[in-house]
């Protein structure tokens, strides 16, 4: 089975061709990936009119790349995927157009995927982790915990009220002058940094559930850069992007806690997997804390390798794949959708041949 995948949600231009191959090692065939950092690094944030108009500049190009370093054509192709939401609506209406465009031609069944169950499954392209299993997804664009229950069959336990993990790091770095994306950058100066010279608040902290709420952070760490004066040193960015690392990784902590007290209260033995990711997952700090936490509870751990953490195309040709064996096409008239929460899915209407 051979599935084209796109992706085109945020700031990178992604394609790839997956195949259900037995080894994890030998499923991506290909992938082509454009990111478009450069374009937005001048606004310290994506602009989404820039990147609806790089995908549509560079996706043509990309989809023509994979398949010619897969060493196919379109005509081999069981099914093409692209993500149909949520994201950025310019840049999710191109790569979907695109995918109904080669489905109509090759006439080949269309795959319309949520870009989160793409995160939700990159797991199991890389690693094969059975269902059930408890899933952080912490990216610049969401913060949630999820229980993968199956293919399609997603809960969502809680989730972010205000701001994502990855919006707090590129905020914070944003006010200490650092480059976007923030994350890569915040980690790197923390490692410099004195983690305890600043107290910031812990939001939801020791409170029931496993809600987040960021948007208090990026006040205080503003607060805190004030009181070190006008000119604040080297050593203040440092020690303060230690502060508010440690911070945020407590809170993911502690919020992680509850969500495996509620999975395990609703999969007993069987909820034993944890797995996390998502652009932050690709903080060491986190995949720390996050080995320790899952051991100290009898789970395993899994991170899927970092390139499929980012948003990529392999994700959603993968997520492709897993809706396709399962006979889960969609038509051409698939909507593409700024908002589209994971567990709404459960609700959608089950497709003609669904064997689960
Ligand atoms: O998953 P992703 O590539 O795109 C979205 O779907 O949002 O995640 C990008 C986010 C950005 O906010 C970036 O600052 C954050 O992931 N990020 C990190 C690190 N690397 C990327 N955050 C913390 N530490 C990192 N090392
Ligand atoms: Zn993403």
Not at 284 to 299: E, Y
Request: aromatic fraction near 6%; charged fraction near 20%.
């Amino acid at each position: 089975m051979r599935v084209l995948g796109i992706e085109t949600s945020c700031d990178e231009t992604a394609c790839a061709v997956v195949t259900d191959a037995a080894d994890p090692a030998r499923r991506i065939v290909s992938h082509s990936l454009f990111s478009q950092l450069r374009e937005h690094a001048p606004y310290g944030g994506v602009v989404p009119e820039i990147a609806s108009r790089a995908h549509i500049e560079h996706l043509d190009g990309l989809v023509a790349e994979s398949l010619r370093t897969a060493g196919m054509k379109l005509g081999d192709l069981d099914a093409i995927a692209a993500t149909a939401g949520p994201g950025l609506i310019g840049g999710v209406m191109v790569g979907l157009t695109t995918a109904k465009t080669l489905a109509y031609a090759t006439n080949k069944p269309l795959i319309a995927v949520n870009h989160l169950e793409g995160h939700a499954l990159s797991v199991r392209l890389s690693d094969d982790v059975p269902f059930p299993y408890l899933l952080l997804l912490v990216s610049g664009g969401h913060c949630q915990f999820l229980v993968v229950e199956a293919v399609g069959r997603y809960r969502r336990l809680g989730t972010t009220i205000d701001d994502a993990a990855g919006e707090a790091f590129d905020k914070t770095a944003k006010l200490l002058g650092l480059g976007y994306p923030g994350g890569p950058a915040i980690e790197r100066l923390a490692k410099q940094g004195n983690a305890t010279r600043f107290n910031l608040p812990l939001p939801l902290k020791g409170k029931p559930g496993c809600d987040f709420s960021f948007s208090g952070l990026k006040t205080a760490v503003r607060l805190a850069l004030e009181s070190c004066g006008a000119n604040p040193s080297d050593q203040d960015k440092a020690d303060l992007a230690a502060s508010f690392q440690r911070t945020v990784m407590a809170v993911i902590l502690d919020r992680a806690k509850n969500a495996i007290a509620l999975f395990g209260e609703s999969h007993g033995a069987s909820g034993k997997h944890f797995v996390v990711a998502g652009g932050v997952a690709a903080n060491a700090v986190l995949r720390a804390g996050l080995v320790d936490l899952s051991a100290q509870h009898g789970m395993t751990f899994t991170a899927p390798p970092m390139a499929l953490c980012t948003d990529n195309g392999a994700m959603i040709a993968w997520a492709g794949l897993e809706r396709f064996r399962l006979g889960m096409i969609d038509d051409l008239e698939a909507p593409a959708r700024a908002r589209w929460p994971l567990d709404a899915m459960a609700a959608a209407k089950p497709f003609a041949g669904a064997k689960a």
